[in-house]
């Protein structure tokens, strides 16, 4: 359990330092597709990883699969849709 407790304060941690930079150097955002393909992927696995604490081999395989629908789905959202 603890690791779930580091995990989600490294990525809070990030997601702050980022944020900040972006603010105080006023940077243009332009990443909102890749932002919530990972916030989707990210919820996923989470809601999956949160019903077992051991998982068996072939639960690695939707997880590579993920990485394919992920690169899918930052394509469809930036050059199908236009999606900023």
């Not at 597709?33 to 992927?41: E, F």
């Not at 919820?43 to 394919?68: D, E, I």
């Amino acid at each position: 359990m603890q690791i779930y407790g580091a995990v989600f304060m490294n990525n809070i941690l990030g997601f702050v330092v980022i944020s900040i930079l972006i603010y105080m150097r006023e940077i243009t955002w332009e990443f909102s597709a890749d932002v919530l393909v990972v916030a989707i992927v990210c919820a996923v696995t989470g809601l999956t990883a949160s019903f077992r604490p051991t998982f068996p081999l072939w639960t690695s395989f939707p997880a590579y699969l993920m990485y394919l629908v992920a690169l899918l789905l930052v394509f469809v959202l930036k050059d199908v849709l236009n999606y900023v």
